[in-house]
T-cell receptor, first 114, second 118 residues
Framework: ETGVTQTPRHLVMGMTNKKSLKCEQH?????MYWYKQSAKKPLELMFV???????ENNSVPSRFSPECPNSSHLFLHLHTLQPEDSALYLC?????????????FGNGTRLTVT | DQQVKQNSPSLSVQEGRISILNCDYT??????FLWYKKYPAEGPTFLIS?????DKNEDGRFTVFLNKSAKHLSLHIVPSQPGDSAVYFC?????????????????FGKGTKLTVNP
Protein backbone atom coordinates (compact mmCIF):
# COMPACT_ATOMS: atom_id res chain seq x y z
CA GLU A 1 0.00 0.00 0.00
CA THR A 2 1.77 3.09 -1.24
CA GLY A 3 -0.74 5.63 0.03
CA VAL A 4 -1.24 6.72 -3.57
CA THR A 5 -3.46 4.37 -5.57
CA GLN A 6 -3.78 4.48 -9.34
CA THR A 7 -6.32 2.65 -11.47
CA PRO A 8 -6.26 0.96 -13.83
CA ARG A 9 -2.76 -0.51 -13.71
CA HIS A 10 -2.85 -1.27 -17.42
CA LEU A 11 -4.90 0.27 -20.20
CA VAL A 12 -5.01 -0.41 -23.90
CA MET A 13 -7.01 2.02 -25.98
CA GLY A 14 -7.54 2.89 -29.59
CA MET A 15 -6.89 6.35 -30.95
CA THR A 16 -10.60 7.17 -31.09
CA ASN A 17 -11.41 6.00 -27.56
CA LYS A 18 -12.06 8.10 -24.48
CA LYS A 19 -10.76 6.81 -21.20
CA SER A 20 -9.82 8.15 -17.77
CA LEU A 21 -7.02 7.43 -15.35
CA LYS A 22 -7.78 7.71 -11.66
CA CYS A 23 -5.54 8.57 -8.73
CA GLU A 24 -6.45 8.60 -5.07
CA GLN A 25 -4.18 9.51 -2.18
CA HIS A 26 -4.75 8.57 1.44
CA UNK A 27 -1.93 10.67 2.89
CA UNK A 28 -3.75 13.91 3.64
CA UNK A 29 -1.68 15.75 1.04
CA UNK A 30 -3.05 18.71 -0.84
CA UNK A 31 -0.76 18.89 -3.85
CA MET A 32 -1.15 16.31 -6.60
CA TYR A 33 0.82 15.72 -9.77
CA TRP A 34 0.70 13.85 -13.04
CA TYR A 35 4.00 12.69 -14.49
CA LYS A 36 4.66 10.81 -17.72
CA GLN A 37 7.47 8.31 -18.18
CA SER A 38 8.23 7.33 -21.75
CA ALA A 39 10.84 4.80 -22.72
CA LYS A 40 14.41 6.12 -22.58
CA LYS A 41 13.25 9.49 -21.28
CA PRO A 42 13.17 11.14 -17.86
CA LEU A 43 9.93 11.49 -15.94
CA GLU A 44 8.17 14.53 -17.34
CA LEU A 45 5.91 16.73 -15.25
CA MET A 46 2.49 17.18 -16.85
CA PHE A 47 0.18 18.89 -14.36
CA VAL A 48 0.21 20.15 -10.77
CA UNK A 49 -2.81 20.81 -8.57
CA UNK A 50 -2.66 22.62 -5.24
CA UNK A 51 -5.79 22.57 -3.11
CA UNK A 52 -7.78 21.46 -6.19
CA UNK A 53 -6.53 24.35 -8.30
CA UNK A 54 -4.35 23.70 -11.32
CA UNK A 55 -1.09 25.57 -10.86
CA GLU A 56 1.00 24.00 -13.59
CA ASN A 57 0.37 22.80 -17.12
CA ASN A 58 3.67 21.84 -18.65
CA SER A 59 2.61 22.49 -22.25
CA VAL A 60 0.58 19.30 -22.35
CA PRO A 61 -1.57 18.70 -25.47
CA SER A 62 -5.28 19.24 -24.96
CA ARG A 63 -6.01 15.55 -25.64
CA PHE A 64 -4.96 15.15 -22.01
CA SER A 65 -7.46 16.77 -19.66
CA PRO A 66 -6.89 16.69 -15.89
CA GLU A 67 -9.54 17.00 -13.24
CA CYS A 68 -9.14 17.41 -9.49
CA PRO A 69 -12.52 17.34 -7.72
CA ASN A 70 -10.95 17.37 -4.26
CA SER A 71 -7.53 17.16 -2.64
CA SER A 72 -7.64 13.37 -2.50
CA HIS A 73 -8.60 12.57 -6.09
CA LEU A 74 -7.04 13.32 -9.42
CA PHE A 75 -8.13 12.19 -12.87
CA LEU A 76 -6.55 12.31 -16.28
CA HIS A 77 -9.10 12.18 -19.08
CA LEU A 78 -7.78 10.89 -22.38
CA HIS A 79 -9.26 11.31 -25.85
CA THR A 80 -8.00 10.92 -29.41
CA LEU A 81 -4.56 9.90 -28.24
CA GLN A 82 -1.66 9.03 -30.49
CA PRO A 83 0.55 5.92 -30.37
CA GLU A 84 3.43 8.09 -29.11
CA ASP A 85 1.35 8.80 -26.00
CA SER A 86 1.95 5.22 -24.91
CA ALA A 87 3.83 5.51 -21.63
CA LEU A 88 3.68 4.99 -17.88
CA TYR A 89 1.55 7.68 -16.26
CA LEU A 90 2.41 8.34 -12.65
CA CYS A 91 0.42 10.21 -10.06
CA UNK A 92 2.14 11.73 -7.06
CA UNK A 93 1.26 13.82 -4.04
CA UNK A 94 2.96 15.86 -1.35
CA UNK A 95 1.97 18.31 1.38
CA UNK A 96 1.69 21.72 -0.25
CA UNK A 97 3.86 24.37 1.36
CA UNK A 98 5.95 21.82 3.21
CA UNK A 99 9.61 22.40 2.56
CA UNK A 100 11.72 19.31 1.93
CA UNK A 101 8.84 16.85 1.77
CA UNK A 102 9.35 14.35 -1.04
CA UNK A 103 6.79 13.35 -3.62
CA UNK A 104 4.96 10.11 -2.98
CA PHE A 105 4.19 8.21 -6.17
CA GLY A 106 1.58 5.68 -7.10
CA ASN A 107 2.44 2.55 -9.06
CA GLY A 108 1.35 4.10 -12.32
CA THR A 109 -0.91 3.22 -15.22
CA ARG A 110 0.80 1.58 -18.17
CA LEU A 111 -1.00 3.02 -21.20
CA THR A 112 -0.79 1.53 -24.67
CA VAL A 113 -2.39 3.41 -27.56
CA THR A 114 -3.04 1.27 -30.62
CA ASP B 1 17.79 20.71 -22.63
CA GLN B 2 18.21 18.20 -19.85
CA GLN B 3 18.74 19.90 -16.52
CA VAL B 4 19.44 16.69 -14.60
CA LYS B 5 21.71 14.12 -16.19
CA GLN B 6 22.53 10.58 -15.23
CA ASN B 7 25.14 9.61 -17.75
CA SER B 8 25.39 5.94 -16.82
CA PRO B 9 22.31 4.02 -17.94
CA SER B 10 23.44 0.95 -16.04
CA LEU B 11 25.80 -0.21 -13.31
CA SER B 12 26.67 -3.69 -12.15
CA VAL B 13 28.37 -4.44 -8.82
CA GLN B 14 29.06 -7.44 -6.64
CA GLU B 15 27.14 -8.02 -3.44
CA GLY B 16 28.94 -6.46 -0.49
CA ARG B 17 30.81 -3.90 -2.58
CA ILE B 18 30.05 -0.21 -2.89
CA SER B 19 27.67 1.11 -5.53
CA ILE B 20 28.22 4.70 -6.66
CA LEU B 21 25.58 6.35 -8.78
CA ASN B 22 26.28 9.77 -10.25
CA CYS B 23 24.16 12.71 -11.24
CA ASP B 24 24.95 16.11 -12.75
CA TYR B 25 22.73 19.15 -12.95
CA THR B 26 22.90 22.42 -14.83
CA UNK B 27 20.42 24.70 -13.07
CA UNK B 28 22.16 26.62 -10.29
CA UNK B 29 18.76 27.50 -8.78
CA UNK B 30 18.22 23.91 -7.67
CA UNK B 31 18.52 23.69 -3.90
CA UNK B 32 16.98 20.33 -3.05
CA PHE B 33 18.08 17.00 -4.42
CA LEU B 34 16.56 13.58 -4.08
CA TRP B 35 17.17 10.00 -5.06
CA TYR B 36 14.29 7.73 -5.91
CA LYS B 37 14.37 3.99 -6.41
CA LYS B 38 12.07 2.16 -8.79
CA TYR B 39 11.34 -1.52 -9.09
CA PRO B 40 9.61 -2.88 -12.21
CA ALA B 41 5.83 -2.44 -12.18
CA GLU B 42 6.02 -0.07 -9.22
CA GLY B 43 6.17 3.69 -8.85
CA PRO B 44 9.34 5.45 -7.71
CA THR B 45 9.87 5.43 -3.97
CA PHE B 46 11.77 8.11 -2.12
CA LEU B 47 15.17 7.00 -0.89
CA ILE B 48 17.18 9.94 0.42
CA SER B 49 17.48 13.68 -0.06
CA UNK B 50 19.89 16.51 0.55
CA UNK B 51 19.48 20.25 0.85
CA UNK B 52 21.98 22.56 -0.80
CA UNK B 53 23.10 23.80 2.63
CA UNK B 54 24.68 20.40 3.23
CA ASP B 55 27.29 18.40 1.39
CA LYS B 56 26.49 14.99 2.82
CA ASN B 57 23.49 13.15 4.13
CA GLU B 58 23.58 9.61 5.43
CA ASP B 59 20.79 7.13 6.11
CA GLY B 60 21.92 3.64 6.95
CA ARG B 61 23.64 2.10 3.94
CA PHE B 62 22.80 5.09 1.76
CA THR B 63 24.81 8.31 1.60
CA VAL B 64 24.27 11.20 -0.76
CA PHE B 65 27.09 13.63 -1.48
CA LEU B 66 26.58 17.06 -3.00
CA ASN B 67 29.28 19.11 -4.71
CA LYS B 68 27.64 22.44 -5.52
CA SER B 69 30.62 23.94 -7.27
CA ALA B 70 30.72 21.00 -9.67
CA LYS B 71 26.92 20.72 -9.80
CA HIS B 72 27.30 17.06 -9.05
CA LEU B 73 25.76 14.64 -6.62
CA SER B 74 26.30 10.98 -5.99
CA LEU B 75 24.59 8.18 -4.15
CA HIS B 76 26.72 5.63 -2.34
CA ILE B 77 25.29 2.31 -1.28
CA VAL B 78 27.47 0.23 0.97
CA PRO B 79 27.37 -2.67 1.31
CA SER B 80 25.31 -3.34 -1.80
CA GLN B 81 22.68 -6.07 -1.59
CA PRO B 82 20.84 -7.97 -4.35
CA GLY B 83 17.59 -6.32 -3.18
CA ASP B 84 19.09 -2.97 -4.13
CA SER B 85 18.81 -3.95 -7.81
CA ALA B 86 16.49 -1.35 -9.28
CA VAL B 87 16.47 1.81 -11.35
CA TYR B 88 17.69 4.85 -9.42
CA PHE B 89 16.49 8.31 -10.38
CA CYS B 90 18.16 11.53 -9.40
CA UNK B 91 15.83 14.52 -9.06
CA UNK B 92 16.22 18.19 -8.25
CA UNK B 93 14.03 21.17 -7.54
CA UNK B 94 14.06 24.82 -6.56
CA UNK B 95 12.21 24.70 -3.25
CA UNK B 96 12.15 28.47 -2.84
CA UNK B 97 9.12 28.60 -5.13
CA UNK B 98 7.16 26.95 -2.32
CA UNK B 99 7.88 29.79 0.07
CA UNK B 100 6.62 32.07 -2.67
CA UNK B 101 3.35 30.16 -2.91
CA UNK B 102 4.28 28.23 -6.03
CA UNK B 103 4.40 24.52 -6.78
CA UNK B 104 7.44 22.37 -6.40
CA UNK B 105 8.51 20.93 -9.74
CA UNK B 106 10.86 18.00 -9.52
CA UNK B 107 13.12 17.54 -12.52
CA PHE B 108 14.29 13.97 -13.00
CA GLY B 109 17.22 12.31 -14.68
CA LYS B 110 16.76 9.33 -16.99
CA GLY B 111 17.77 6.86 -14.31
CA THR B 112 20.55 4.34 -13.77
CA LYS B 113 19.75 0.65 -13.62
CA LEU B 114 21.71 -0.93 -10.80
CA THR B 115 22.28 -4.66 -10.73
CA VAL B 116 23.81 -6.19 -7.63
CA ASN B 117 25.09 -9.68 -8.31
CA PRO B 118 25.11 -12.29 -5.53
Amino acid sequence: ETGVTQTPRHLVMGMTNKKSLKCEQHLGHNAMYWYKQSAKKPLELMFVYNFKEQTENNSVPSRFSPECPNSSHLFLHLHTLQPEDSALYLCASRPQGSYNSPLHFGNGTRLTVT
Amino acid sequence: DQQVKQNSPSLSVQEGRISILNCDYTNSMFDYFLWYKKYPAEGPTFLISISSIKDKNEDGRFTVFLNKSAKHLSLHIVPSQPGDSAVYFCAASDMRVITQGGSEKLVFGKGTKLTVNP
